[in-house]
């Protein structure tokens, strides 16, 4: 909705997501012995999310859904091999990152083909940047979490500390929150389906594959969300 700003849009997104695991670990994890939380890679894992989904909408704002989704999905995979090379000490095949440049750098030439090239949102690009690495940098560290204890819990946590560190950041950048009952709806399906379930199957996914193949696989996010800006937008 055009009165709510993406600043909001991200911050309750967080907060319905942590509401949808912490249901979700009451019914599942019940009764389930859990490994000792790594309360330091939780945090880090929230500011990485708190960080995504903040700058991600704002790009989009600025960039628009083709490009901006190019951007930030699409630098993910890119980030993620970076990341898992230095921090892991495993460099992704020569055929992944054949793969993985030839998808990103078709999602941003599609995606500039609908812009004017002399007048790119570099504010935007650069917030877009910013998501794709956060989001890199969130799936690395969580592939670790959820490895080790289970996977409702650990996100409930996670979505909840980028909650509680996304709501001041949109208060003070968005401004008093006014929304109308149509955005209530808009941001309970972000946070419940487009956040919780989805990443409820990419933290399952990330237990049986390196992080930067399940940041890869992600790329199929940008190709979706170009044909509906397309169809739709």
Known sequence: PAQLSPYWVGGLRMVMAALFFVALAMVMDRGHH???????RVLFCGLCMAIYNLSF???IKACGVALGTALAIGSGPIWAGLMQAVVQKRIPSPQWWLGTCIGVGGGIVMALAAKDTQDLPWSGIALCLLAGMSYAAYALVNQALVMQARVATV????????ALMSLPVAAWLGGPLQTSASGWIVVIYLGMVTTGFAYLLFSIG????SAATGVALSKAEPITAFALSLLIV
Do not use: D, Q
Request: net charge positive.
């Open 34 to 40: 859990s490994s000792p939380m790594r309360w330091g």
């Open 57 to 59: 909408f704002a790009g």
């Open 155 to 162: 996100n409930a946590w996670v979505f909840g500390c980028a």
């Open 206 to 209: 990330l237990r049986s594959m």
